[in-house]
């Protein structure tokens, strides 16, 4: 059974950092991507970052460029988003998911909230 476990969230001032952690398990290789997504009140869930575990192939959408930083720990089994010059419009409930290569996003953690104040 795949679990993932995200960590992290907070509130903030803008221009701050923060870094969100992704515990995954239970998965039977590397041949798979996690994916950070997030959510604000009264939007759509929306993608902002994956990384593919076997290779360290990166995704970025283009509001969070040059601010994010996605990177896995294979020996920890986790992946961790780096956030950085934090704005009022990156608050969220960020969720980490995970898919094997070339499939859906079908394993979704949590979430958890990430508050930025202006």
């Known amino acids: 059974e795949v679990q993932l476990v995200e960590s992290g969230g907070g509130l903030v001032q803008a221009g701050a950092s923060l870094r969100l952690s992704c515990a995954a398990s239970?998965?039977?290789?590397?041949?798979?991507?996690i994916g950070w997504f997030r959510q604000a009140p009264g939007k759509e869930r929306e993608s902002v970052s994956c990384i593919t575990i076997i290779d360290g192939s990166t995704y970025y959408a283009d509001s969070v460029k040059g601010r994010f930083a996605i990177s896995r720990d294979r020996a920890k089994n986790a992946v961790y988003l780096r956030m950085n010059s934090l704005k009022p419009e990156d608050t969220a409930v960020y969720y980490c998911?995970?898919?094997?290569?070339?499939?859906?996003?079908?394993?979704w953690g949590q979430g958890t909230q990430v508050t930025v104040s202006s």
């Open positions: 239970g998965f039977p290789s590397d041949d798979y991507a």
């Open positions: 998911a995970a898919k094997v290569i070339k499939d859906r996003w079908s394993e």
